[in-house]
């Protein structure tokens, strides 16, 4: 579904990934563990296209079209979504109206309101959010347990292709940590993928894990499985960042 | 003379030419007596009415042009009688109306019989329309809602004892060109205890051929009556002349309320020096919501003067300036009684080199104990070209009035438009969204009609050039 070769990219001149390459197949789940401020949700960004980070080498490819040339909201439209580690507040567009918008631009049709309105608070109740929530600008004014609610809302009415989660079961109490997780076990199937970013790996509670990857300094330096996530919980980063700096 | 119109560019040639033909219009240069009588002739006035042109024309020729504000000099004021001749050219035909106009009109999906009416072309403009809006069993409550002229000729008492009280001629040059030369316009009168729960619309009225330009609004909400005026015009209000100079006169007795709502979208030649003005008296509610596009030059500070105790004020405005565009708009707010208060909140947007400016005065005189004002405004700039300010004025005479002023300037935020865009929303879009969003608080308070009509407008006003 994803593949990832030999990624470099670049902010403010500053390089950041420095040869990365993952592979993600098809109803699999991966996590990415990984120090502050190795390149994670620079990952992240470039695979959604952030203007501000400039990719200076290598490819990427998602069901085998080279995603490089194509425009942000080309690539969610392909099927890419990613839940923000800190998501944007939006003042003046309501979380309904965000979310029909998308839903819209991705399909390209009109989403009849009443239905969707129907399914928006089958979810947001399955994700115990006040349905008034709906009626709110986007993320403003929202707690920081209350914006990843909010992303989780949007993937599972968007149900994108491939999820990348970038920290969403950081800064959540233990009940949010459960309705989140829970969230994106309902969003996973077959037919889907997740790459999950997490420093707690509380979100892998109802998920199995299909692989693990370590990224220090921008690159992969370790891939396993479930394994290491237990591993890099224990013992933490030490042993990797000696082998990258040696 | 050229047939070009100077829609979106300013276009220099034009007046170039006219500068070439000058002699041509030398003999007619000036406002003169004679034309006075001449337009009051021709509208059948009354004797007080005639003696109030002639008077105003003399305190118009005793003014200067204000000093201050945007940049009015293309307005040539010893050719003023080009503006003001009744006569003055109308677009003849729909044929003849700007390109751009003309599309504005198909985007909008205004129907073509509308259109033309809306065009001010003239022959399809029918008076009817309006009267058989206003429902029977308002008229049989004593509601009276019709043109000035009408007015004049039907409630003619009324008309003069309020007539240009409120702004009067000597207010500034423009009020005293107003006073010599108006017509047209809305009369409105909400008899004692009334409640008009429709709003009273005058879509088609403000667009009749030769009303658009000095037209004269007088409302009058008696005690304990209440009422919603919508003055809402999404085309363009194309007008060959580019003078725009009208009155508007709201009168909010006792324990009154009157919403005042406009939408005005002005060709891009246009000069709209336009005057509105409120008299609150005790616990009376004046709400104005005020969304002002086009234009080339606007100067628009609608005024609510509290003056019995308890009055209130809302104002809720939005304001567009793109390429070639000066807005200087805003609100004044003269707190002259006991425990009155005032609610400002406004929205600029700036783009393509426009220039917007927010302007507000608030006064609050010695007799005015406990006044409370709030002023609130936000400006977005789409780019770095365009131009926002912000210039607050207060004169406070007392000291325990609670006076807060929030403003602020920004830019769409780059993250939210990478959001957006995330979730599949392409650019323009996620742009036209987020401008949307900021007027969000200004849309809300319109009918949805109008709410739709004004996302259409800002539509408009993003295409092509984001
Ligand atoms: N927009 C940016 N401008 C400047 N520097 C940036 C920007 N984005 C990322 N960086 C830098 O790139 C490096 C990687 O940042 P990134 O946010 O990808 O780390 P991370 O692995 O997600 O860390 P964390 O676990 O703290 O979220 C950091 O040194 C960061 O300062
Ligand atoms: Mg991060």
Redesign the pocket.
């Given at each position: 579904m994803l593949e990832i070769r030999n990624l470099r990219a670049a902010?403010?001149g500053?390089e950041?990934l420095r040869g990365l390459d993952l592979t993600v197949g098809c109803g699999e789940v991966h996590v990415i563990l990984?120090p502050?401020?190795?390149?994670?949700?620079?990952l992240m960004n470039v695979l959604m296209g952030h203007p501000?980070y400039e990719v200076v080498g290598g490819t990427i490819t998602f069901e085998g079209e080279d995603l490089l040339g194509l425009k942000t909201f080309e690539r969610a439209r392909r099927g890419l979504f990613l839940s923000f580690?800190t998501p944007e507040e939006i003042p003046g567009i309501t979380v309904e109206n965000m979310i029909r918008t998308s839903m819209q631009a991705m399909s390209g049709g009109k989403v009849k309101y009443l239905e969707f309105r129907k399914q928006l608070r089958a979810m947001m109740t399955e994700l115990k959010m006040d349905p008034s929530y709906a009626r709110r600008y986007m993320n403003v004014g929202f707690s920081g347990g209350e914006k990843k609610r909010s992303e989780i809302l949007q993937l599972l009415m968007l149900n994108p292709k491939l999820a990348l989660l970038d920290?969403t079961d950081s800064g959540l109490d233990v009940d949010a940590v459960q309705i989140v997780s829970s969230g994106v076990a309902k969003f996973h199937n077959e037919n889907n993928s997740c790459v999950i970013i997490t420093?707690n790996a509380q979100i892998l509670k109802y998920l199995t894990v299909d692989a693990a990857h370590v990224l220090i300094d921008g690159r992969i330096v370790k891939d396993g499985g479930s394994e290491l996530v237990e591993q890099i919980s224990e013992e933490g980063y030490g042993a990797f960042a000696e082998a990258v700096d040696g | 003379m050229a047939k070009k119109t100077y829609v979106e560019d300013i276009e220099r040639t034009l007046y170039d030419i006219k500068d070439e033909d000058r002699s041509v219009y030398k003999s007619h240069a000036g406002l003169t007596e004679e034309i006075i009588r001449d337009i009051s002739a021709r509208k059948n006035d009354p004797p007080w009415m005639l003696e109030f042109r002639l008077k105003s024309l003399e305190v118009y020729h005793s003014l200067s042009l204000p000093t201050w504000g945007p940049d009015i000099s293309a307005l040539d004021m010893d050719r003023i009688v080009t503006y003001v001749k009744p006569d003055a050219p109308m677009v003849g035909s729909w044929d003849e109306l700007p390109d751009d106009i003309k599309n504005t009109f198909d985007r909008l999906g205004i129907p073509e019989a509308e259109k033309k009416s809306l065009a001010g072309v003239g022959a399809q403009y029918d008076s009817e329309v309006v009267y058989h809006n206003v429902q029977q069993s308002l008229v049989d409550d004593g509601v009276v809602y019709t043109d000035m002229e009408s007015a004049l000729r039907d409630y003619e008492d009324i008309v003069r004892e309020y007539f240009m009280t409120l702004v009067p001629p000597k207010d500034h040059k423009f009020a005293a060109l107003h006073g010599a030369v108006w017509s047209g316009g809305s009369f409105v009168y909400v008899p004692r205890g009334v409640q008009v729960k429709i709003p009273l619309q005058s879509y088609f009225r403000l667009n009749a051929a030769g009303a658009g330009q000095f037209e004269h609004t007088l409302i009058i909400v008696e005690p304990g009556a209440s009422l919603h005026f919508i003055e809402g015009c999404s085309a363009p209000k194309y007008n060959v002349t580019n003078l725009h100079a009208g009155c508007v006169e709201l009168f909010v007795k006792d324990g009154a309320r009157l919403r005042y709502s406009t939408i005005e979208n002005w060709s891009r030649n246009m000069m709209n020096l336009n005057t509105k003005r409120a008299l609150v008296e005790r616990g009376g509610l004046i709400e104005w919501v005020s969304g002002s596009f086009g234009s080339r030059v606007s100067m628009l500070y609608p005024c609510s003067v509290l003056h019995g105790e308890g009055a209130r004020c809302e104002f809720t405005g939005v304001t567009f300036a793109s390429r070639g565009q000066s807005l200087d708009t805003g609100a004044s707010v003269i707190h002259a009684a006991p425990n009155t208060s005032a609610n400002i909140n406004t929205r600029t947007i700036s783009k393509s080199g426009g220039a917007a400016t927010y302007r507000s005065a608030v006064k609050v005189t010695k007799k005015a104990s406990n006044a409370k004002c709030s002023v609130n405004c936000e400006s977005l700039m789409l780019d770095d070209e365009s131009r926002s300010d912000t210039l607050p004025v207060m004169d406070i005479e007392r000291g325990d009035a609670d006076i807060g002023h929030e403003a602020k300037i920004g830019r769409i935020s780059e993250e939210a438009i990478f959001y957006l865009t995330a979730r599949g929303i392409d650019e323009n879009e996620a742009r036209a969204m987020i401008v949307r969003g900021f007027v969000e608080p200004i849309a809300k308070e319109l009918p949805l009609e109008y709410a739709v009509e004004m996302n259409n407008l800002i539509n408009l006003e993003l295409e092509g050039s984001m």
């Open positions: 902010v403010d500053k950041i990984g502050n401020g190795g390149g994670k949700s620079t501000k580690q920290e420093h | -």
